[in-house]
């Protein structure tokens, strides 16, 4: 259930920050939630391996590499999904830094954080 909340919230946020950026298309509402569900598959399973293999560059830049796998994320996204435009890497950058503000914002508003750490306590009391 938590999974399925956090979709919909990154989903709202996704629709939200695509509507304020001239170079983001979104197509309609199902390709938002398609978005959502293949940045979080990318996010779970791609990004980590990509944070791996450049830990060198990342330690070199002092983290800020770390911005533009995020970006490379985005446009891999806008491979896979149709309906999903983003205008180049520079466009994915700054998508991808207001989508996680955005998404944070949207998270700490209706408490998700609040529900996963009432469901760890739950869960360590079994």
Sequence with gaps: MQFLIKILVSA???YLVALIMPHVQIDDQLTVLLVALVLAFLDAIVKPLLTILTIPITIFTFGFFLLAINAFI??????LVPGFHVDGF???????LILSITNGFLNSALGINRLKEREDRENDSW
């Design 12 to 14: 709202l946020a996704i």
């Design 74 to 79: 985005i446009l891999i996204a806008t491979r």
């Design 90 to 96: 520079w466009w994915a950058l700054l998508f991808s």
